[in-house]
C-alpha cells in the first residue's frame, strides 16, 4: 500500500530557491568574517589548518604520505626510513605546515633513522592530535566525553567503529562485538555499520546468499538496538554493495521483531542508481508504516568513494558508476531531495498519522543544499521528517551556524555528527578514512574547497547551486553501467555474431559487472545450466587411431590458410572475437560444470580469450609484406586449469601468423574445447584451418607432437611434460609455458591487510591450479617474527584462508572451487605431510569429492622440497627471510621463473625487487594473478619457458610462428638512425670484420645501424600501452645473464659476428661452441670449445648445423635451441638475446593516485 499526499505539494521554484540562498547568506553572517581562522597568525585551530592544507597543491600529497607512511606501519624502522624522505635534509615540506610543525618534521627528519623508537612514536603522537578532530579515540573516557560535549552542544553522534580489513570470520566477529558494546555504551544512541565490516568474503555473484548470511550476521546488532534504544544506519561506500545493502535492510526490517524499530540505510547521490533505490524504499516505508511499523530514514549523502570507484572502473574497463562532473551529483542531490521532502514524488514521504514513514537524513556541508531542504520542508510542513548531519570536525563554526535554525525540541531538533571512531591501538585503520576525506575536500570543485577559501567562501557557489537546482530533472537518472549479458550471450544460445566488418584496433574485453542485476541472473541461469551436468559431455569423440592424426595433418596443409593475406586474416579474428563474446553464456556454463571453475574464475577467462582474437589480429595485420613464412601446421597442446583462454589463445596466434591449427585439448576439459572451436568456427575460421582433435595420451597423441608435417608444437603445462615431447622428438620445435613456483615477498613496509588480502587470493584462486599461483609468501625481517607487524599479518592470513567458502562451481557463494583430478603424488605430499622443521598454521582438509579446504605450511627451509617443487593445489608455505635480499635469493632460488610479487610502500625496496626479480610477470602491491592480454603479457624466464620466449598476450608472440628471412637490402639505415648509432662493444665487432667480402661487411654495417634504431625505439623503452592511471603496466626488455652460440658444420664468420654484434648491443656475455668456430680474433665472445654441456633455463642462439646429441642434450636439461636464420633486421634478431619482462604495479593508495 503506498502512501501520497493528499493535498498539493509546493513547487521547488524560484523563490523557495532565493530563500535558500538568504538563510545561507544568514548563516555565513553568524560564523563571522574569518569562519575557520584564515587571519590567526599563530596556533591554527584544526579547521583553519585543514583549509590551508587543502589549498596547498603540495599539501594533500604529503599528507597522505606522512598518514600511510608513517603513522600507520606498525615497525618503527619503516616508517623513520618514510620521515627522512618526507622531511629530511632536501626535502621541501608544503606550505600548510606551520612554523612549529615545521621545526618539528625538520628535527624528525634529521633524527628519524639513529633514533626510530623516539621520533616515530613521537610523529605518531602528534598526527593524532592534528586529526583528533576528525577521528574520535573510542577509549571509554576520551568517547565519554566526546559525547558529553556533543550532548551540551545539543548534537547527536552518529559513531563509526573502524577496525582492520575484514578479511575473515574472525575480525568479522570481533568488529561486530565491540560494535554492539560501543551501542550499549551510556550517551550513545546512533551508531552506522557497514555490511562489509561483519562479514568476510562477500561474493557479489551471490546476492540473495549475502543477503541471508548478512541478516544472521546483524541479527544480534539489530537486537541489541532495540533493546537499548539506539538507531542504528546500515552504511555503504562501494557501487557494487547498492543492491545488497538495500535488499539487506528491507529483509531485516520486514521481520516482525523489527517492526517497531527506526532504522536508516545510506544512499549515495553519485550514483544515478539512487533514484530508483529511493523509490524502492519509499515504497517499502509505505507499505511497513500501513502495518504500523517504525518509519526507516535514508541518509542522503554525496558519495565519498568516488577516486575508487574511478580505479575500479579503469581496471575492469567499465564504465564510471557515479556521475562524470561533480555538476550532475549536485543536481541529481536536490533531485533527490525534492522528490522524498514532503512526499512529493516518493512515497512514503508524506506525513500519515501525524509521522513521516520515510524520514530523511539530509547528510551535506554544501550549504546552499542544507538550506534548501530545510526551505522544502518548512514549505511542505515536512520539517519533522529532516534529520540535519555533518561530518565530525568539519566546519564547526558553519555547523553550529545550521543548528541554529533546528527546532527547540522533536525530530530533527540535534545535528547529527559523523564521528568514526577507532580504538587507539587500531589507529592505523583510520587511514582510509583520513585519505578520502583529504582526497574528496582537496578538490577545487568541492563545496568545502570553497567553503574554506579565504577569497571564496559559500557565496562563490551560488551560482553552481542555482545550476544544481535548475537540472535537478534534467541529469541522468539510469544507471551509467548497463552491461546485460542475459542478451549479449543468454545461457544455452549463442548471441548473433552480424555481418557488419568489425573496425580494426585494440581495447581490453570489459570484465563481466556482478553488480548489475541482469549480469547475476545471467551467472545463475549458467550455473543452473552446469548443475545439470548435460553441457560437459562431449560429443567429439577421443583419437586413438594415428592414422587419423595424419589425415588431419594433410587436411591442415591443404587448407589454404597460409595464403590469406594478413589483412584478411586479420578481419576473420575480429569476426572470431565476436563470435566468442556471443558464445559468453554457453563457455561459462561448460566452465563451471566440466572445469569445476566459479564464475568469478570463469567469466574474466572468456573475456581473455575474446581478448586473445582481437589482439592477435592487429598483430596479423602487422605482417602485411613482411618477409615471413607461416608454419605449415601448428599443434596447440594445452592444460586444464584454462580451458578456454589458453587453448583458444595459442590457436588464435597461429591463425593470426598464418599457420592452419590442430588443437589436441586436455582431455578432463574436452566439452570447452568443442564450445569454444565451435564459436571460431561460427566466427569465419575455416573449418580444416582449424581442427578439434581429441587425441589420447598414447599413440595419437605421440603422433601429432612427433609428426613431420607438424612445424612447431605450443605447450602449457608441467616442465615434465615439455621434456616428455622432447624425448619423442629432439628437434621439436616447441613453444611452451611450462611450471612455475611464485612467490609473493611481505616486507614491513607493507600495507598488511592489502599484502594478505593479495597472497590468499593469489594463492587460492581456482583451488591453487593456477601456473602463476602464489605459492610461497617470504615474510621480510619484522614481517617473519612476533612483532606487531608479523603477528597481525599471520593473525590475518590464518583467518582469512579458515573463511574462504570451499564449494563447487555451481555454488554462486564458492570462493574456492574443487580440484579437477584427484591430487597427484606431489600435491598430496603437500596436503598431508610436513617437512622436517615445518608446522601448519591451517591444516587442509578434505571435504568431499575432489573438494580440500585451503591449507598453509610455516616454515619452509630454503632449499627444501616445497621450496622447489610445484604442487598445483591449494597448499601456501611461508618463509622467513632476514632481510630483503635474502628474499629475493629464496624467490629467484627455485629454478622457476614465472610470476613474483613485492608488498611494499617504500620506493627503494620496490626498486631494488624490479632490478633483482629473476621472473617473467612481476606484480608490485597487488596480486600475482590473472594476467590480462597486453596489459600483463604472460610468460616466464629460465625453467618456465622454452622457445623463443615471446610472451603470450604480447608484440611478439604471434611473429614466432613462421620462419623471418632477410628482406631486400632497405635505404642506407644511417638515414634512418637519427642519433642512434652503435655502441663500443657493437663497433668492436664490426671492426672485426674487415676479413670478410664487400657485401657481407655492408651487411654487418646495416645490421649494426638496425641494431641501433631498434634497441633506441623498441627495446631500451618501457611501454605501456594501456595507459591505466591506477596502475602502471610496463612492458620491458631485459638481457639474457648470458648467451651460448652453437657454431655448427656451416656457420660462416658473418653470421657468428652478426650475432655477437646483437649480444654486443644489448650487452649479454657471449659464450661460443662448435666446430665451426671461425679462426682469429672474434670479440664479445669466449670461446669455450666444442664440447657443450646445456644447463636448464639456458638459450642457445644454434647456427648451421645442430647434432642430434646436442638436441638431446639441451631438451635432456630443460634448456632452448634457437636456430633460426640469422637476420639483419635488429627488430628480429635482438629478441634472440633478450627476455621479455611485464611489471604491474598499483599506483594508488585508496583511490588517491601516486605522483609518478
Not at 604520505?65 to 626510513?81: E, K, S
Not at 553501467?481 to 544455452?492: H, L
Not at 605450511?857 to 611461508?878: I, K
Not at 617504500?906 to 594473478?929: F, K, L, P, Q, S
Request: aromatic share 4%; net charge neutral.
Amino acid at each position: 500500500m503506498s502512501v501520497h499526499p493528499t493535498h498539493p505539494v509546493p513547487a521547488l521554484d524560484d523563490a523557495l530557491t532565493g530563500r535558500a540562498v538568504e538563510r545561507v547568506r544568514r548563516w555565513t553572517e553568524r560564523t563571522g568574517t574569518d569562519p575557520v581562522g584564515h587571519g590567526r597568525s599563530a596556533s591554527p585551530d584544526p579547521t583553519a589548518r585543514l583549509a590551508a592544507l587543502m589549498h596547498d597543491p603540495a599539501g594533500v600529497d604529503f599528507t597522505l604520505r606522512f598518514v600511510d607512511r608513517v603513522a600507520r606501519p606498525a615497525d618503527d624502522r619503516v616508517a623513520a626510513r618514510e620521515l627522512a624522505r618526507l622531511a629530511g635534509a632536501g626535502a621541501d615540506l608544503p606550505s600548510f605546515v606551520g612554523g612549529l610543525d615545521r621545526l618539528l618534521l625538520r628535527a624528525g627528519g634529521r633524527l628519524a633513522t639513529a633514533l626510530p623508537h623516539v621520533v616515530v612514536p613521537a610523529a605518531r603522537v602528534r598526527l593524532r592530535s592534528l586529526v583528533g578532530h576528525l577521528v574520535v579515540d573510542a577509549g571509554g573516557r576520551s568517547l565519554a566525553g566526546r559525547l558529553a560535549a556533543a550532548e551540551a552542544d545539543g548534537h547527536r553522534l552518529n559513531l563509526n567503529l573502524l577496525g582492520e580489513a575484514v578479511l575473515g570470520e574472525a575480525e568479522a566477529d570481533r568488529r561486530l562485538e565491540r560494535t554492539i558494546a560501543l551501542l550499549r555504551r551510556p550517551g550513545v544512541d546512533h551508531v552506522s555499520v557497514k555490511a562489509s565490516s561483519v562479514a568476510s568474503q562477500l561474493v557479489p555473484w551471490d546476492l540473495a546468499g549475502s543477503r541471508d548470511r548478512l541478516v544472521q550476521r546483524l541479527l544480534p546488532l539489530y537486537r541489541a538496538a532495540r533493546d537499548h534504544g539506539v538507531f542504528v544506519n546500515l552504511d555503504m561506500e562501494e557501487y557494487k554493495d547498492l543492491h545488497l545493502t538495500v535488499a539487506l535492510f528491507t529483509t531485516l526490517l520486514s521481520r516482525p521483531e523489527f517492526r517497531d524499530l527506526p532504522a536508516g540505510i545510506v544512499l549515495q547521490a553519485y550514483l544515478p542508481d539512487s533514484v530508483a533505490a529511493l523509490d524502492e524504499l519509499g515504497e517499502f516505508a509505505a507499505r511497513r508504516a500501513a502495518g504500523g511499523g517504525a518509519p526507516v530514514k535514508v541518509r542522503l549523502v554525496k558519495g565519498a568513494n568516488l577516486a575508487m570507484e574511478r580505479v575500479d572502473a579503469g581496471v575492469h574497463d567499465w564504465a564510471q558508476a557515479p556521475y562524470g562532473t561533480k555538476a550532475e551529483v549536485d543536481a541529481n542531490y536536490v533531485r533527490l531531495l525534492d522528490r522524498a521532502i514532503g512526499g512529493h514524488r516518493v512515497p512514503g514521504g508524506a506525513a500519515a498519522g501525524g509521522r513521516h514513514p520515510l524520514r530523511l537524513g539530509v547528510a551535506s556541508h554544501h550549504l546552499h543544499h542544507v538550506a534548501l531542504a530545510l526551505e522544502l520542508a518548512d514549505a511542505r510542513g515536512a520539517r519533522a521528517q529532516l534529520d540535519l548531519e555533518m561530518l565530525q570536525g568539519m566546519a564547526p563554526a558553519f555547523a553550529r551556524a545550521v543548528a541554529g535554525d533546528l527546532p527547540e525540541s522533536g525530530p530533527g531538533s540535534k545535528l547529527v555528527l559523523y564521528t568514526p571512531v577507532v580504538h587507539r591501538g587500531d589507529f592505523d585503520t583510520a587511514v582510509s578514512y583520513l585519505v578520502r576525506r583529504l582526497e574528496e575536500n582537496a578538490s577545487p570543485e568541492g563545496y568545502l574547497y570553497a567553503l574554506f577559501s579565504p577569497d571564496a567562501g559559500p557565496a562563490s557557489y551560488r551560482d553552481r547551486f542555482l545550476a544544481s537546482v535548475r537540472d535537478r530533472d534534467t541529469v541522468a537518472d539510469t544507471p551509467r553501467r548497463t552491461q546485460d549479458r542475459t542478451v549479449e550471450a543468454p545461457v544455452g544460445k549463442d548471441g548473433p555474431v552480424g555481418d557488419a566488418p568489425v573496425p580494426p584496433g585494440f581495447r581490453n574485453e570489459p570484465d563481466t559487472d556482478p553488480s548489475l542485476p541482469a549480469n547475476r541472473v545471467w551467472a545463475r541461469q549458467a550455473a543452473t545450466t552446469a548443475a545439470g551436468g548435460a553441457v560437459a559431455v562431449p560429443r567429439v569423440p577421443v583419437v586413438t587411431d594415428p592414422g587419423e592424426v595424419d589425415a588431419a595433418v594433410r587436411r591442415a596443409a591443404a587448407s589454404g590458410w597460409r595464403d590469406v593475406p594478413a589483412a584478411e586474416r586479420a578481419a576473420v579474428l575480429r569476426r572470431a572475437a565476436r563470435a566468442l563474446a556471443a558464445a559468453r553464456g554457453t563457455l561459462l556454463a561448460v566452465m563451471i560444470a566440466e572445469g569445476g571453475k566459479t564464475v568469478a574464475e570463469a567469466a574474466p577467462e572468456i573475456s581473455e580469450a575474446v581478448d586473445f582474437a582481437a589482439y592477435y589480429a592487429e598483430r596479423a595485420a602487422e605482417l602485411a609484406g613482411a618477409p615471413f613464412t607461416p608454419d605449415r601446421v601448428v599443434a596447440v597442446t594445452p592444460p586444464w586449469n584454462f580451458p578456454v583462454a589458453i587453448p583458444l589463445g595459442g590457436c588464435l596466434a597461429a591463425l593470426a601468423a598464418g599457420a592452419p591449427v590442430l588443437l589436441k585439448p586436455a582431455p578432463q576439459v574436452r566439452a570447452c574445447a568443442e564450445a569454444g572451436v565451435a564459436a571460431l568456427h561460427r566466427g569465419g575460421v575455416p573449418a580444416d584451418a582449424l581442427q578439434l582433435l581429441p587425441a589420447d595420451e598414447g599413440d595419437a597423441g605421440r603422433r601429432l607432437v612427433t609428426h613431420p608435417g607438424v612445424d612447431r608444437v605450443v605447450l602449457t603445462g608441467a616442465s615434465e611434460t615439455a621434456a616428455l615431447f622432447r624425448s619423442w622428438r629432439p628437434d621439436l620445435n616447441l613453444v611452451a609455458e611450462t611450471s612455475g613456483k611464485n612467490a609473493l615477498v611481505i616486507t614491513p613496509a607493507a600495507d598488511p591487510d592489502l599484502a594478505v588480502a593479495d597472497l590468499v587470493r593469489s594463492a587460492f584462486g581456482h583451488a591453487g591450479q593456477k601456473c602463476s599461483a602464489a605459492s610461497l609468501g617470504i615474510l621480510v625481517g619484522p614481517a617473519a617474527t612476533g612483532s606487531a607487524t608479523g603477528r597481525r599479518l599471520r593473525r590475518q592470513l590464518v583467518d582469512a584462508v579458515r573463511s574462504l567458502h570451499v564449494g563447487p562451481g555451481t555454488d554462486l557463494g564458492s570462493t574456492t572451487g574443487p580440484l579437477v583430478d584427484e591430487p597427484s603424488e606431489k600435491l598430496h605430499r603437500a596436503l598431508t605431510t610436513l617437512e622436517p622443521g615445518e608446522r601448519w598454521l591451517v591444516a587442509p582438509r578434505r571435504l568431499g569429492e575432489r573438494l580440500w579446504s585451503p591449507g598453509v605450511r610455516a616454515w619452509v627451509a630454503p632449499g627444501s622440497w616445497f621450496h622447489r617443487t610445484e604442487c598445483f593445489g591449494p597448499v601456501l608455505g611461508l618463509m622467513a627471510a632476514r632481510d630483503l635480499d635474502e628474499a629475493i635469493a629464496f624467490q629467484n632460488g627455485t629454478g622457476f621463473g614465472l610470476t613474483g610479487g613485492i608488498h611494499s610502500l617504500d620506493e627503494d625496496e620496490i626498486a631494488h625487487w624490479c632490478a633483482r626479480a629473476e621472473v617473467g610477470n612481476a606484480y608490485v602491491n597487488r596480486h600475482i594473478t590473472g594476467a590480462v592480454v597486453q596489459r600483463q603479457s604472460f610468460g616466464g624466464w629460465k625453467g618456465s619457458v622454452l622457445g623463443p620466449g615471446a610472451k603470450p598476450g604480447g608484440p611478439n608472440y604471434v611473429a614466432q610462428f613462421g620462419t623471418w628471412h632477410d628482406g631486400p637490402a632497405p635505404a642506407p639505415a644511417e638515414a634512418h638512425a637519427g642519433d642512434a648509432t652503435p655502441g663500443r662493444a657493437a663497433r668492436r665487432v664490426l671492426a672485426a670484420a674487415s676479413g670478410l667480402d664487400p657485401a657481407e661487411r655492408d651487411r654487418l654495417r646495416r645490421a649494426a645501424a638496425s641494431d641501433a634504431v631498434a634497441w633506441r625505439d623498441e627495446f631500451a623503452v618501457e611501454h605501456d600501452p594501456t595507459g591505466l592511471a591506477a596502475e602502471s603496466n610496463v612492458f620491458r626488455y631485459r638481457p639474457l645473464p648470458a648467451l651460448t652460440v652453437w657454431a655448427g658444420a656451416g656457420t660462416t664468420r658473418a653470421d657468428v659476428l652478426r650475432v655477437l654484434l646483437a649480444a654486443a648491443t644489448a650487452g649479454v656475455p657471449v659464450r661460443l661452441h662448435g666446430p665451426a668456430v671461425p679462426g682469429g680474433p672474434l670479440p664479445g665472445g669466449v670461446h669455450d670449445g666444442q664440447h657443450l654441456e646445456p644447463v636448464p633455463g639456458e638459450r642457445i642462439r644454434a647456427l648451421g648445423e645442430v647434432p642430434a646429441a646436442l638436441r638431446g642434450a639441451a631438451a635432456g636439461a630443460g634448456a632452448s635451441i634457437v636456430d633460426a636464420p640469422v637476420l639483419t633486421d635488429g627488430r628480429r634478431e635482438l629478441l634472440t638475446v633478450l627476455r621479455e619482462q611485464a611489471i604491474s604495479r598499483t599506483r594508488h593508495r585508496f583511490g588517491h593516485i601516486e605522483r609518478r
